[in-house]
């Protein structure tokens, strides 16, 4: 499991669609790519400018 933050509104509504979706995003920049599952997209509103707090999985687990 990867997170990162973020200040790109763009990237954020991006990875919170994907989420929706149940699709597999792969996020490039930062110096790394990040492929898998978005499992959580949070936005901390305490910040200026916004934020969002972005969590992936890499390899979802099988259910038994």
């Given at each position: 499991?990867?997170?990162?933050?973020?200040?790109?509104?763009?990237?954020?509504?991006?990875?919170?669609?994907?989420?929706?979706?149940?699709?597999k995003n792969i996020?490039?920049?930062?110096?790394?790519?990040?492929?898998?599952?978005?499992?959580?997209?949070?936005?901390?509103?305490?910040?200026?400018?916004?934020?969002?707090?972005?969590?992936?999985?890499?390899?979802?687990?099988?259910?038994a």
């Open positions: 499991m990867q997170t990162f933050e973020t200040t790109d509104p763009k990237v954020a509504r991006r990875c919170r669609f994907d989420q929706h979706r149940g699709q996020l490039d920049g930062w110096g790394m790519a990040r492929h898998g599952l978005v499992r959580s997209v949070m936005e901390v509103k305490s910040s200026n400018p916004r934020r969002w707090i972005i969590t992936v999985i890499a390899k979802p687990s099988v259910a």
